[in-house]
């Protein structure tokens, strides 16, 4: 998505498992992210987006920082290097590629520094406004942290010096109570973000989209603060960065202009007098959005009825009945409260020069007086009796909802922020509770079969009250009570019992190896880091003490050796002995999306009818206006205000990973990077060999890998084994597209990664699971793919945009049709049958094709990359490890490769879905009718995105988002939209970017930053195990370093004529495009017959 993305708590989500990482970093809950724009092309297809890793030092951290980076591409954008044949080595061939790579600054692993680096202020000194009033060297990450407070405001900022991480991270954070559920802090952060006094164009945050190296750039809302965070590698952008958000936050253009609140917010809209009155907003349609989504509804509302009587009892992201209310006034009065110096923390992270920290904050601040800011969070009284809720959510009206229902039980746990000690307790007790498939809570709930999927999440700590919330989804009404039952009788058991000591001792390896990794994925540490600091420091607690766990760590573990009953008196006390508890219920019903729609069209007909003929020529006036200022663009003078870089700040050569390719069956593949002792490491199984009829299986293969028994045990056994051993083994599988190639590449990976002492039982422990895992367990099948069809159905709710993405794919090339059978409307169907066959008697051939899947995968003939990521002088027993376990994989019996054959053609698929909004696809492939790759349509696909299709779908159209995606493997070309309101005007508006691309004009300035911003995609910020597996794919795409030269220099060359050649390729798509819309039933009824769309309901009832 394009536009801000509304996060909901954990429950919402339905978060299943609790994070492993105890520490600092705790959940961020229901925050409303806006992620960076969705077009981001990347020199990846959409199949080889690596999954984001998310660093969390807390339970629900990851949740956290999960969902505030949602919405940003985890792609790596850079094109894989083809090896060549060259020395000996052990007998097999290889050849280096680390002669020639530039040295990587890697972000700092928390052991690796010593000891304390020397300060450099001191209390009670003074430095360009500012008082340094405490100084804490934080040895678990290796850097020394300096709290300030602005002598003139009472600003305070946290300076943390770490001169061994390059990416520099910012943020303002500003603590927004919402008195009630108007969205007013959702929308304000959206707004400051329209324009400043120092930048007067409509969208700078766009703008630096579009021109900046940037490897974080959002805004999230919270349910009590609203945080502005950047981040950036390059020093000149990062000051860029930060200027940029100080104007927006302190100077926005919104509070002068209403209708900045009109387009991020809502207004009435109406374009002739005859016409309905409709609500039209950016906020007002991700929130309509967000509310069609049944588990994140009934995260919210468990969220709201725990917290009845303080700020955390409405919804900060707004709830659309509501949104309608906000005024222009109220809206120009929070920002006046709020967003003020005095009611703000300001966080830096990284190598950039200190001093020039305080110098830069300090231009803003010293323009201000100190205010006093009644921002306080009140405590929640404690309930002195549990309450029970019963919500209905909407449904499909040919949906059977006979087994619909879902429900959790809610606990407040706390009445303030606990101690460190006593919170990282809470972590490992959630850890142990619902960490793993093999955790007693969560696997009760999943072994009972009432429902398909824990909901809930666990323990989420990121507010100033923790809760505990824990249910099931796609209950019968009978067995709501058992479910209940369950959850209590359960935690009573562990209460009583406690844990076994093998599971404590793996939790405390998990979380103790994780600790050391500290491995964030793309997400910048800094951040992570602030979401841990701030969750003490937003209600004026210690926000070192969130950071400094180690010392408590130890004395918890202590208390655990010494036999206390840590965890079992934290559940009688904190949950089993706890009024404070909500039980809630949400129910389908089919009537309430039509009663909702009536109840929006009676609201505006009730508004038309209080206006005049003057009023309604007023409200078509102000429509008419709106429309002309958003597309109108900004004068070149404006434009020059928003700082930039040059192409000479870009580096011309490409960067490369040290890559050594050891020749063989199968081939190795080493990379030698400071990871800290950490090995990584990636074993390649092509799917080559799988037959057309057990493809749409693979997915559940593969999702039942460490989830079923082996031959040394069940899967708690081997669960525990892992957890103690390793830092964990995963298999997922990937498709993508070659070049030149049509078919496609996919593989099966099994992934693990242990400390160097450990790689001998890692690699034993992937072998016992590949090799042995006992597939005959009929009721964990079963278990299995309803998780697995429960999630396919709510993602065909909320992430519909995905859903179109893969099916265009699908039309067109094979390894799009494969990657559709994985995923989205087919894998849902087929689960869908697959459970009604195991059902009526058909288990021995479901079993026995998972054998067939077993015996054509995990084989000597299939097992073709061993990828190695660690430090140079743990390559070699890495690599004797995984050679031992290719050597002891069977030799395959199949007939070799399957040639597949689905059928291809260009269709127009409407996907009918219980929701208030639409998401609209086009494409076609651009090969096809004659466009010949060059990099310069990175650029062009890029701009297209952040400018076109923003400006009309979005910021015209009200949708949440409107992006495009271009493959240069397959030459796909794809137009989609997120959270939309509308259909054909979508759709129309995508015939119209070939022409606004063949008329564009673009000046030496607009063209420069278009470039940059497509640099900062292609070179993407990179921890050292994501730059290993990255170079694996380019390996398997063979695309070597000359190939990602050539197309770096074309995307620096990129002249305006580009622009024009790309628009006439895209001409073909409005005629012989694609289309795939997910939407409601009435938007696709209008549109069938006009756009020929072939509708199908994949919820009807049979």
């Known amino acids: 998505p394009s536009a801000s993305c509304v996060m909901s708590s954990a429950s919402a989500e339905g978060v299943a498992l609790a994070p492993a990482f105890v520490g600092p970093v705790v959940r961020a809950p229901a925050p409303v992210a806006r992620p960076q724009q969705g077009t981001r092309p990347s020199q990846d297809s959409a199949g080889a987006a690596s999954t984001l890793q998310t660093f969390m030092l807390g339970t629900a951290g990851a949740a956290a920082c999960r969902r505030a980076a949602r919405g940003v591409s985890t792609a790596a954008r850079k094109v894989v290097p083809r090896a060549k044949i060259g020395q000996r080595l052990q007998g097999r061939s290889v050849t280096s590629l680390q002669a020639e790579a530039q040295p990587q600054r890697v972000a700092m692993q928390a052991t690796a520094v010593a000891e304390a680096p020397t300060k450099t202020y001191e209390v009670g000194e003074k430095l360009h406004g500012w008082t340094c009033a405490r100084v804490e060297y934080v040895k678990e990450f290796g850097c020394t942290g300096y709290l300030f407070q602005h002598d003139k405001t009472g600003a305070e900022l946290l300076s943390m010096v770490q001169p061994a991480d390059e990416n520099k991270t910012f943020s303002v954070v500003f603590r927004t109570p919402p008195e009630n559920s108007n969205g007013i802090a959702h929308v304000l952060e959206h707004s400051v973000l329209c324009g400043s006094r120092k930048y007067p164009v409509k969208e700078p945050f766009v703008e630096l989209m579009k021109s900046s190296l940037q490897t974080f750039l959002n805004a999230m809302t919270f349910p009590d603060r609203t945080c502005y965070p950047v981040a950036s590698c390059n020093l000149k952008d990062f000051y860029n960065l930060i200027d940029v958000y100080m104007d927006a936050v302190f100077f926005p253009r919104a509070v002068n202009d209403p209708l900045v609140l009109a387009q991020e917010g809502w207004h009435y809209e109406i374009e002739k007098k005859d016409d309905p009155l409709t609500f039209k907003g950016v906020v007002f349609n991700e929130m309509k959005g967000l509310y069609s989504n049944p588990d994140a509804l009934h995260g919210r509302t468990a969220n709201q009825s725990m917290f009845p009587d303080n700020q955390y009892g409405v919804d900060s992201g707004g709830d659309p009945?509501?949104?309608?209310?906000?005024?222009?006034?109220?809206?120009?009065?929070?920002?006046?409260?709020?967003?003020?110096?005095?009611?703000?923390?300001?966080?830096?992270?990284?190598?950039?020069?200190?001093?020039?920290?305080?110098?830069?904050?300090?231009?803003?601040?010293?323009?201000?007086?100190?205010?006093?800011?009644?921002?306080?969070?009140?405590?929640?009284?404690?309930?002195?009796?549990?309450?029970?809720?019963?919500?209905?959510?909407?449904?499909?009206?040919?949906?059977?909802?006979?087994?619909k229902i879902m429900m959790s039980i809610n606990w407040v746990i706390s009445e303030g922020k606990e101690d460190l000690q006593t919170s990282l307790a809470l972590q490992f007790l959630n850890y142990l509770m619902m960490g793993t498939p093999a955790s007693p809570l969560y696997k009760a709930l999943v072994d009972s079969g009432l429902g398909s999927r824990v909901i809930g999440g666990g323990l989420d700590d990121g507010m100033l009250q923790a809760t505990f919330s824990v249910g099931l989804k796609d209950l019968k009404e009978e067995d709501v009570p058992k479910v209940e039952e369950l959850i209590m009788k359960t935690?009573?058991?562990?209460?009583?019992?406690?844990?076994?000591?093998?599971?404590?001792?793996?939790?405390?390896?998990?979380?103790?190896?994780?600790?050391?990794?500290?491995?964030?994925?793309?997400?910048?540490?800094?951040?992570?880091?602030?979401?841990?600091?701030?969750?003490?420091?937003?209600?004026?607690?210690?926000?070192?003490?969130?950071?400094?766990?180690?010392?408590?760590?130890?004395?918890?573990?202590?208390?655990?050796?010494?036999?206390?009953?840590?965890?079992?008196?934290?559940?009688?006390?904190?949950?089993?002995?706890?009024?404070?508890?909500?039980?809630?219920?949400?129910?389908?019903?089919?009537?309430?999306?039509?009663?909702?729609?009536?109840?929006?069209?009676?609201?505006?007909?009730?508004?038309?009818?209080?206006?005049?003929?003057?009023?309604?020529?007023?409200?078509?006036?102000?429509?008419?206006?709106?429309?002309?200022?958003?597309?109108?663009?900004?004068?070149?003078?404006?434009?020059?205000?928003?700082?930039?870089?040059?192409?000479?700040?870009?580096?011309?050569?490409t960067p490369k990973v040290p890559t050594e390719l050891v020749s063989g069956?199968?081939?190795?593949?080493?990379?030698?990077?400071?990871?800290?002792?950490?090995?990584?490491?990636?074993?390649?199984?092509?799917?080559?060999?799988?037959?057309?009829?057990?493809?749409?299986?693979?997915?559940?293969?593969?999702?039942?890998?460490?989830?079923?028994?082996?031959?040394?045990?069940?899967?708690?056994?081997?669960?525990?084994?892992?957890?103690?051993?390793?830092?964990?083994?995963?298999?997922?599988?990937?498709?993508?597209?070659?070049?030149?190639?049509?078919?496609?590449?996919?593989?099966?990976?099994?992934?693990?990664?242990?400390?160097?002492?450990?790689?001998?039982?890692?690699?034993?422990?992937?072998?016992?699971?590949?090799?042995?895992?006992?597939?005959?367990?009929?009721?964990?099948?079963?278990?299995?793919?309803?998780?697995?069809?429960?999630?396919?159905?709510?993602?065909?709710?909320?992430?519909?945009?995905?859903?179109?993405?893969a099916s265009l794919a699908a039309q067109t090339t094979k390894a799009g049709w494969l990657s559709g059978q994985f995923s989205g409307v087919e894998q849902y169907k087929f689960l869908s049958e697959l459970l009604k066959r195991i059902e009526d008697g058909g288990w021995e051939g479901v079993l026995q094709q998972l054998k067939a899947l077993q015996a054509c995968i995990f084989n000597k003939a299939s097992c073709t990359i061993l990828n190695i990521t660690s430090d140079a002088e743990h390559l070699d027993p890495a690599q004797a490890s995984l050679e031992k376990l290719?050597?002891?994989?069977?030799?395959?019996?199949?007939?070799?490769?399957?040639?597949?054959?689905?059928?291809?053609?260009?269709?127009?698929?409407?996907?009918?879905?219980?929701?208030?909004?639409?998401?609209?696809?086009?494409?076609?492939?651009?090969?096809?009718?004659?466009?010949?790759?060059?990099?310069?349509?990175?650029?062009?696909?890029?701009?297209?995105?952040?400018?076109?299709?923003?400006?009309k779908v979005r910021v015209v159209g009200g949708a949440y988002g409107g992006f495009c995606r271009?493959?240069?493997?397959?030459?796909?070309?794809?137009?989609?939209?997120?959270?939309?309101?509308?259909?054909?005007?979508?759709?129309?508006?995508?015939?119209?970017?070939?022409?606004?691309?063949?008329?564009?004009?673009?000046?030496?300035?607009?063209?420069?930053?278009?470039?940059?911003?497509?640099?900062g995609d292609v070179d993407a910020y990179l921890l050292p195990d994501a730059k290993g597996y990255q170079a694996m794919l380019r390996h398997l795409l063979g695309e070597d370093d000359e190939y990602r030269q050539k197309v770096r220099d074309q995307i620096l060359g990129t002249k305006v004529e580009d622009f024009h050649k790309f628009g006439e390729a895209l001409e073909p798509v409005i005629e012989k495009g694609g289309i795939c819309v997910v939407g409601s039933a009435e938007s696709c009824d209008k549109a069938k017959e006009k756009y020929g769309l072939s509708l199908t309901s994949p919820f009807a009832e049979e």
């Open 665 to 805: 069956e199968p081939t190795v593949l080493r990379h030698a990077l400071p990871t800290s002792g950490v090995i990584y490491t990636d074993v390649a199984f092509d799917l080559s060999r799988v037959p057309e009829e057990l493809i749409p299986l693979v997915p559940l293969f593969t999702r039942a890998l460490k989830q079923l028994g082996t031959a040394k045990g069940d899967f708690v056994s081997l669960t525990r084994r892992v957890g103690m051993s390793t830092g964990g083994i995963s298999a997922s599988t990937i498709c993508m597209n070659k070049k030149g190639d049509s078919e496609p590449v996919a593989y099966l990976f099994m992934r693990g990664k242990a400390m160097a002492p450990q790689i001998s039982e890692l690699s034993d422990l992937m072998q016992e699971i590949a090799l042995t895992t006992d597939f005959d367990n009929k009721d964990r099948i079963v278990q299995l793919a309803s998780q697995a069809r429960s999630g396919a159905q709510s993602s065909l709710v909320s992430s519909g945009h995905m859903v179109a993405n």
């Open 321 to 403: 009945k509501d949104i309608p209310s906000l005024t222009f006034d109220y809206f120009k009065d929070f920002h006046s409260k709020y967003y003020h110096p005095s009611n703000a923390k300001f966080w830096f992270y990284g190598d950039d020069p200190a001093d020039a920290r305080l110098e830069l904050v300090d231009q803003y601040l010293s323009q201000f007086e100190k205010i006093e800011v009644d921002s306080q969070i009140t405590v929640q009284p404690k309930l002195t009796e549990p309450r029970r809720i019963v919500e209905d959510f909407a449904a499909g009206e040919d949906e059977d909802i006979s087994k």
């Open 886 to 951: 290719a050597s002891n994989l069977p030799v395959d019996e199949s007939s070799g490769p399957v040639l597949l054959d689905p059928t291809l053609g260009r269709r127009a698929d409407g996907i009918v879905v219980p929701t208030q909004v639409n998401y609209v696809g086009k494409g076609g492939n651009l090969y096809e009718s004659g466009y010949e790759y060059h990099g310069s349509a990175l650029v062009v696909s890029k701009l297209l995105g952040a400018t076109y299709l923003w400006d």
């Open 966 to 1015: 271009f493959d240069p493997r397959s030459g796909d070309f794809k137009y989609l939209s997120y959270r939309d309101p509308n259909l054909g005007q979508t759709l129309e508006t995508y015939d119209g970017a070939p022409g606004f691309l063949k008329d564009l004009e673009l000046g030496e300035d607009e063209l420069t930053k278009a470039v940059i911003g497509c640099m």
């Open 491 to 653: 935690l009573e058991e562990l209460a009583e019992k406690g844990f076994e000591s093998d599971d404590i001792k793996a939790a405390v390896n998990t979380i103790e190896f994780q600790n050391r990794e500290l491995n964030t994925g793309s997400f910048p540490k800094g951040l992570a880091l602030l979401f841990a600091a701030n969750s003490n420091w937003n209600y004026d607690k210690d926000p070192f003490e969130a950071l400094k766990f180690e010392a408590p760590l130890e004395e918890l573990k202590a208390r655990l050796e010494k036999g206390e009953p840590v965890f079992q008196d934290l559940i009688k006390t904190k949950i089993l002995d706890n009024s404070h508890k909500v039980i809630l219920e949400s129910r389908p019903n089919k009537q309430l999306g039509k009663k909702m729609e009536e109840e929006e069209k009676a609201t505006l007909q009730k508004h038309r009818e209080t206006l005049s003929e003057k009023d309604i020529e007023d409200l078509i006036n102000e429509t008419v206006k709106l429309k002309e200022i958003q597309e109108t663009p900004d004068t070149p003078e404006a434009m020059k205000t928003v700082p930039g870089l040059e192409l000479s700040d870009i580096p011309k050569e």
